[in-house]
């Protein structure tokens, strides 16, 4: 294999060392079919007709068809260079473009053109920044929930899915005040191996994020990856830690492989087992849970986020009872 890498710079070590080990074959459980509804075909020909850009389409998604079907989908904002490098994500780690403060007016203008439902906002981290990018995010959100508040099916509901920002009080605040409907950080994996495949990010700090979304009154949500080299208590361990640091919704998904430079995968997790999962995640007292190999982090989203209000309105109706 080539020592440089697509975008043109030198392989990592570690990228040499995971392109030892050839793509894996996919199992058989591991395929969907296309259902295509008639929400997803306006959508497919209006951001085709629009030049819209979304994740959905563009990374590949394969439960584009659901999640369109629902008027629901994901932008990535921030640009396409990533300051971190984690070894199982596609996207590039290197120098980003500078800021792009007309880019949520845009992402803004696209939720209204499609007329979503929910809208999820994910990007890149931007250490490069002075605020980690905290206002780009932020200002994304205000830009939606303005941008929708006289829609006739009701202000789009976004999902900001955010990097640490180092877990820096004023740059978590910065984004916790733009009210997302939800705020998602992904763990990602378990504490034994957290280091390797995340290396900039630290698991502690990833549950104070949480903990403080939690605290600021915003609905919380991460992600757990299998697949990475994790055993099954540490998945248990993992979904209690998050429990206790104040998540209210879980995706648990499989690993897929980017590409030979990224982690191998190191054990396909069946069906059954994600079943199992999603049951234990349910007794331990997560308000939603998407459990499944195709799950991804954005996945019914509206319908994660309806339970979890569910779950709150009727706590508070239990309180007042009593």
Request: glycine residues 6%; negative net charge; contains cysteine.
């Amino acid at each position: 294999m080539s020592a440089v890498a697509p975008d043109g710079r030198k392989l990592l070590r570690l990228e040499v060392r995971n392109s030892q080990t050839p793509i894996e074959r996919k199992p058989e459980w591991i395929k969907t079919r296309a259902k295509m509804g008639p929400e997803y075909r306006e959508l497919q020909s209006l951001v085709k007709r629009e030049g819209l850009h979304t994740v959905c389409q563009e990374a590949g998604c394969p439960n584009i068809y659901e999640c369109w079907e629902d008027r629901e989908a994901t932008f990535l904002i921030g640009g396409d260079q990533c300051t971190r490098r984690c070894d199982f994500c596609q996207i590039d780690t290197g120098k980003p473009q500078p800021l792009d403060r007309d880019e949520p007016r845009r992402v803004g203008e696209s939720v209204v053109t499609m007329d979503l439902n929910y809208a999820t906002i994910t990007g890149v981290a931007r250490d490069d920044l002075e605020d980690g990018g905290a206002w780009l995010y932020a200002e994304t959100v205000r830009q939606i929930h303005a941008m929708t508040a006289e829609r006739e099916a009701g202000r789009t509901k976004v999902e900001l899915l955010i990097p640490d920002f180092n877990a820096v009080p004023e740059q978590l605040a910065e984004v916790f005040s733009s009210r997302p409907e939800v705020l998602a950080h992904n763990v990602e994996t378990v504490p034994r191996i957290f280091k390797r495949i995340r290396p900039a990010f630290r698991y502690e700090r990833s549950l104070d994020v949480i903990t403080r979304a939690r605290e600021a009154g915003l609905v919380t949500k991460s992600n757990l990856i299998l697949g990475m080299g994790e055993e099954r208590e540490e998945i248990s361990q993992a979904l209690q830690d998050l429990h206790d640091a104040g998540c209210e919704l879980i995706t648990i998904t499989q690993y897929l492989r980017p590409s030979v430079r990224h982690h191998p995968v190191e054990r396909w997790v069946k069906p059954e087992e994600f079943i199992e999962l999603k049951e234990e995640a349910e007794q331990i007292g997560f308000a939603g849970v998407m459990s499944g190999p195709l799950v991804r982090s954005s996945y019914r989203a509206g319908r994660l986020y309806r339970q979890a209000v569910d779950r709150r309105t009727a706590s508070a109706t239990a309180v007042r009872a009593m």
